[in-house]
């Protein structure tokens, strides 16, 4: 449960034993570094639920679990896309008057090097 008078970051790296294997519903994504978001559509997916769902802006009709990912598909050609992971679901409720709250990737970035040691 979110306290509102603690400070923590909702997020966190983890070390793999071994390689993951790259398969059609398992694979890598790029990390969208700038503060600012220029696509009016995002993509959300849930953890534990199949499908996804388009997002306008910051409304998705939809309640996900903490850490699903929100991301932008970049189409390269007719046929791919690479995926930028912006946000990561991170709390609230699925009330409609009560927020959810996601954490923007970006504001991650220096913090992702210095444990990674860039």
Known sequence: MHRFSSTYYDIALMK???????LDTV???CLWLDDEIRFPELLAAGWGRTGFE???GSVSKRCYKAGSPIVWRKALNDTGYVEYLVHLYSYGSCKSNIPRVVARVA???EWFKEVLQY
């Open 16 to 22: 793999l034993e071994r390689n993951v294997t790259v």
């Open 27 to 29: 694979a890598p994504t």
């Open 54 to 56: 388009y997002i306008s």
């Open 107 to 109: 504001a991650y970035i």
